[in-house]
């Protein structure tokens, strides 16, 4: 490096506090895209086989994203040819979004959906490995993390290709293809997310933590942004009704309680403790607690907005369903399990981070797994009602048992971020 500031030409290293950046809110937009393609392709097979694949797909694209938060945490995402490559690879994965009906059965005419997918998934990978290894310059740890990641990045290339190139007359049985296909795919994702984890921390780099944790909200905002959008593709074309309004009042009241359950105290306490911790702890704290546990919370987010889908179908569309009708099968399973598996993504992050257990979140996940069998006897406005109550509850348990420490975590928070609110104020400690 030629000063403190600079990796390599045309490239500069984020440094503490330095925040996102916005080419990189412009870079999620791609998701923003391919996560409600995820939802459709979920919608379009609405059967155990399609939810697997909605979720195999959506654990490829966090992968994708994941590797260029890690990137942009290391070098400016919109100085010189990073900004360049980014642009590349947002057209890229455009175009892997587009491919997602496609990932796994070919459509007639055109190229090769799946063939198309894997070979745009790869650009993707090796465009990041490349800027990566010119960003580490300097860094003999860092560069030799980013070769030894190369191995199951193209581990798994090597099985998604497999996949996509299978012969649909491989055997007399269509859907023994299928089946072949998807158990590629899993065993690609398994190499590709058990590799990184073997090859430990130490050498990765996370220059700035409120950078790190602030993009890694910024995609929870995205996703909880799908589950919106899908209650109002949910209700396109359907005229209003009183019973759509109360639908898209409670699926905000669902949705805003997951927002206040990640923003409200533990996207703070966990930037706090993100920042305490120094080299490859540090890693390793943002591997596990965001790499890896963010995928659930944010599968659970796309499962429940699979959920609202269904539900507003239910409740809106008068021809095929009646209001009475309830919410059976894997449509009720995604609502009521999609904020279940978002819960068990909290947990998970609070005891990597703080090493408790929320309680209230363990009873309301408990609570909803008790109360599905209830909710498969009930109207589908009503299953959603309840799940609404549920959550709100949550949040109100929350806020009475950890007042305290919760509000004098938030004032300085908005202290030292210069938002106000009584000053000398410490954290108590984390709370929520």
């Excluded at 070098?75 to 491919?99: N, S």
């Excluded at 209001?323 to 978002?342: N, Q, T, W």
């Excluded at 109360?371 to 929350?398: K, N, Q, R, S």
Aim: net charge neutral; aromatic share 8%.
């Amino acid at each position: 490096m030629t000063d403190g500031t600079r990796r390599a030409p045309r490239m500069r290293v984020m440094t503490e506090g330095s925040t996102v950046t916005p080419l990189e809110l412009f870079f999620d937009l791609v998701f923003v895209y391919a996560l409600t393609q995820v939802t459709a392709l979920m919608a379009a097979d609405l059967t155990g086989r399609g939810l697997l694949h909605g979720l195999l797909v959506l654990a490829l694209l966090w992968w994708c994203w994941c590797c260029y938060s890690w990137l942009g945490n290391t070098v400016r995402a919109d100085e010189g040819v990073v900004r360049l490559a980014l642009f590349a690879v947002m057209a890229t994965m455009f175009v892997v979004a587009a491919t997602i009906p496609e990932a796994f059965s070919d459509l007639p005419g055109g190229l090769s959906g799946p063939v198309v997918f894997a070979a745009c998934y790869l650009v993707v990978r090796v465009l990041h490995l490349v800027i990566y290894w010119y960003a580490a310059r300097g860094d003999a740890g860092l560069r030799r993390q980013v070769v030894r990641a190369a191995l199951p990045m193209l581990g798994g290339a090597t099985l998604l290709f497999s996949a996509a190139l299978l012969p649909e007359q491989l055997t007399d049985d269509p859907q023994r293809v299928g089946t072949i296909r998807t158990l590629l795919w899993v065993l690609a994702l398994a190499i590709d997310y058990g590799g990184i984890m073997a090859i430990g921390a130490r050498g990765w780099r996370i220059y700035s933590a409120a950078h790190w944790t602030e993009r890694h909200g910024l995609i929870i905002i995205v996703a909880l942004g799908e589950s919106l959008v899908a209650i109002g593709v949910g209700v396109t074309a359907l005229p209003i009704s009183w019973p759509i309004i109360v639908a898209s009042v409670l699926g905000i009241v669902v949705a805003a309680a997951l927002w206040w359950a990640y923003f409200d105290v533990v996207a703070i306490a966990a930037e706090r403790v993100l920042q305490r911790a120094e080299g490859a702890e540090r890693a390793a704290l943002g591997r596990d607690s965001y790499t890896y546990l963010h995928l659930p919370m944010v599968a659970g987010i796309i499962l429940l907005a699979l959920g609202f889908k269904k539900v507003l179908g239910y409740v809106g569309d008068g021809t095929e369903h009646r209001l009475s009708d309830p919410l059976h099968g894997l449509g009720l399973l995604a609502l009521y399990g999609g904020v279940i598996i978002y819960l068990l993504g909290h947990l998970g992050f609070r005891l990597r981070n703080m090493g408790s257990v929320n309680w209230p979140r363990v009873v309301a996940m408990v609570l909803l797994v008790a109360l599905l069998p209830v909710a498969d006897h009930l109207p589908a406005l009503a299953a959603l009602g309840l799940l609404a109550l549920v959550c709100a509850a949550m949040i109100v348990a929350e806020v009475v048992l950890f007042g305290e420490a919760r509000r004098a975590l938030r004032d300085a928070f908005l202290d030292e971020h210069g938002a106000g609110g009584p000053p000398g104020h410490q954290p108590a400690g984390p709370a929520g």
